[in-house]
Each structure stands twice: as C-alpha cells, then as structure tokens.
Nanobody, 125 residues
Framework: QVQLVESGGGLVQPGDSLTLSCTAS????????MGWFRQAPGKERELVAA????????AYAASVEGRFFVPRDNSATMVHLEMRSLKPEDSAVYYC??????????????????WGQGTPVTVSS
C-alpha cells in the first residue's frame, strides 16, 4: 500500500502557470508508472498526463499537449504536473495515481490502483 498526497492547487487567472506536486509514502514509488487525472463538475474523470517509472516516456491528453509537463523525481518520491497557459476549461480537481508497478506506461484509469485525495484547480478571471 502506498499513500499519495497532492498539493499545489488553487485559484489562478487564465494564462497563468501552476505546478502540482504528488508525494508518495514509500520508495517503491520508483517502480510505478504515475498518472495525473482530472475531473470537472458534471464530467467524467480523464487522463491528463502519464509517465513511466524511470521518467523517459510520457503521454499527454491532446487538450494539454505542449502546455502541461509531468516530471518526476524518484529520489524524492514525487511527481509533478507543470501547467502553463492555463485556460478556464482546465478547472477541475486533479488527482495523481500510481499503477502499482504493473505496467510500463499506461493511460487507462483502470490500470491505476493507488489514488490521491485530489487538489482543486480553478482558472478564472
């Protein structure tokens, strides 16, 4: 079992940047593919970005490609979501998730077994 804790959410203006962080409770984090998902009110949860265990492969939703980046620091058991040029439609609760070491890189929600509690991001003027 591993606990994931997100931080960094808040209220920003359109065009701003914001970085979310997710800290894992165990060093086995370095074996896990990690994902960031988001859920806006009235919408289904969707993948935003994913990264494999050693950080050399990533995947992004088309809506955030080129604006969001997902670096990880295995020594610190952390993964981040760097968000740039934020838009109102990026407003959502953002969750980080871990696959438990079962996959090299996965974009499927069902493949992730550990989830954080979420951190809200609101983009509004």
């Amino acid at each position: 079992q591993v606990q994931l804790v997100e931080s960094g959410g808040g209220l920003v203006q359109p065009g701003d940047s914001l970085t979310l962080s997710c800290t894992a409770s165990r060093p086995t984090f370095s074996f896990y593919a990690m994902g960031w998902f988001r859920q806006a009110p009235g919408k289904e949860r969707e993948l935003v970005a994913a990264i494999n265990s050693n950080g050399d492969r990533t995947a992004y939703a088309a809506s955030v490609e080129g604006r969001f980046f997902v670096p990880r620091d295995n020594s610190a058991t952390m993964v981040h979501l760097e968000m740039r040029s934020l838009k109102p439609e990026d407003s959502a609760v953002y969750y980080c998730a871990a696959d438990g070491g079962r996959y090299h890189l996965t974009t499927l929600q069902g493949d992730y077994v550990y989830w954080g509690q979420g951190t809200p991001v609101t983009v509004s003027s």
